[in-house]
């Protein structure tokens, strides 16, 4: 028996997802179009990072091979030459959204196929029946924002009328998503999180994915920052997942980061927070220290997204990509012979796209291990595939949804 190790680069998306235009992001690319600005040297940022984008260890596992499979071409001021020494591939998403929900259920060999409850986009988010509700059961005055908003320019807006009123922040983006945004300290990150649980279940009949708590600190919109104790909470996925299928049989589950969180806890044998993709890869490494054969450790790396995708900030997703490829390494030297690693995302966040919001996208699919022989996996259609290989490796019977790749 073998362990599997599985990390979600969050928004990691190499471009051309067949379905694209229909969300109306055709022409996405986040992989290519951080390389484009990092060989132009729109990129650089003093103190930061300069040059062409830098990514030898996933270079080395396929992840150029995979963008033009993706799309046709080689990402500026990045190579091809060498023969990549892990399977290398691209997915499409066949959810029909693309929200983390969605792309993390279906990596984990349940797609979604129904539609999201989503908030307008114009005038108020949220209907005044539901907001009264929201204030009745949740004994708060009223609620601050009831629009669709990026998370940091709201806290900046509202913060200093929320800690006077206490009244919490809420909005919505263009996913499936009621975020609530209050201050540690002024309103209390206990008193929140219960807050965000009645909001869950008052949201239960409008078929919204998830309640997001982001709690914050600082005194004014000049040092207002947000903290590491954001909690997630999802509805449950739609069947068993392969974490519930690895679980009925004994094995261990290690959620690094939100996985716990995505998956409403459901199937989770250890839970393991950290706050940063640094103190991410940490806990990850020690986590592959304590996985048993038959084990799956499964790590979301939130910055990605959270940070730069959604920010629009090409120069911190290259430093980022760069930080995550310099530590890769370290992962590769705690696989032991049988051992199966696979690096992929959930979806796209193209930095240099119009809006804030998520991009349907292609996403990389490199896998790696002693015994894992490098070649082509081609285009899978539906992430369901990684889960599947996921389970086929830990001798596990298949599910409903696609097939192993190796």
């Given amino acids: 028996m073998a362990r599997a190790f599985l990390f979600v680069l969050d928004s990691f998306g190499i471009g051309n997802a067949p379905d694209a235009a229909a969300f109306g992001d055709e022409g996405a690319d986040t992989l290519g179009h951080i ?24 270079t080395a596992l396929g992840l150029v091979h995979a963008a033009k499979l993706a799309t046709g071409s080689v990402p500026a001021g990045l190579a091809i030459d060498a023969q990549p020494n892990g399977a290398y591939g691209a997915a499409n998403e066949i959810s029909r959204g693309k929200d983390t929900p969605s792309g993390h259920w279906e990596i ?25 509700a929201i204030c009745r059961e949740g004994n708060v005055p009223g609620i601050l924002g009831n629009c669709h908003a990026s998370g940091t320019d709201i806290i900046a807006r509202c913060g200093e009328e929320h800690m006077r009123t206490g009244k919490p ?44 708590a982001r709690p914050f600190v600082g005194r004014s919109p000049a040092d207002f920052t947000r903290t590491g104790n954001r909690r997630d909470y999802s509805v449950l996925p739609p069947e068993p997942t392969l974490l519930d299928r690895l679980t009925k049989e004994g094995r261990t589950v290690h959620a690094v980061g939100k996985i716990a969180d995505i998956f409403a806890h459901q199937g989770i044998g250890r839970l393991i927070k950290a706050n940063g993709n640094m103190a991410l890869f940490d806990a990850t490494l020690n986590a592959m220290d304590e996985a048993e054969d038959g084990d799956l450790v499964f790590t979301n790396f939130v910055d990605f997204d959270m940070l730069y995708g959604h920010r629009r900030d090409v ?33 796209g966040c193209d930095p240099t796209w119009r809006g804030t919001d998520h991009t349907r996208e292609r996403v990389p699919v490199l896998a790696f291990g002693p015994d ?17 290989t996921v389970a086929r490796h830990l001798g596990i019977a298949p599910g409903l949804h696609g097939r192993s790749f190796l």
Avoid at 35 to 58: H, I, Q, S, T, Y
Avoid at 188 to 211: K, M, W
């Fill in 372 to 388: 894992i022989r490098p070649r082509s996996i081609g285009i899978i259609n539906g992430f369901a595939g990684i889960g599947e």
């Fill in 35 to 58: 390389a484009e600005f990092c060989a132009a040297g729109a990129a650089d940022r003093a103190g930061l990072r300069k040059g062409p984008l830098n990514v030898p260890n996933m």
């Fill in 315 to 347: 120069p911190g997703y290259a430093a980022a990509l760069e930080a995550f490829d310099a530590r890769l390494p370290e992962i590769q030297e705690k696989l032991k012979p049988g051992d199966l690693a696979i690096i992929t995302a959930d979806h």
């Fill in 169 to 212: 922040i809420c909005y919505t983006s263009s996913d499936s998503v009621f975020q609530i945004a209050a201050h540690e300290e002024t309103f209390g990150l206990e008193r929140l999180l219960e807050f965000c649980q009645v909001v869950r279940r008052l949201l239960d009949d409008y078929n919204i994915g998830r309640v997001i």
């Fill in 108 to 132: 984990a060999g349940t797609p979604v196929s129904f539609d999201w409850g989503y908030f307008p986009t114009e005038g108020d988010a949220f209907s005044p029946e539901l907001v009264e």
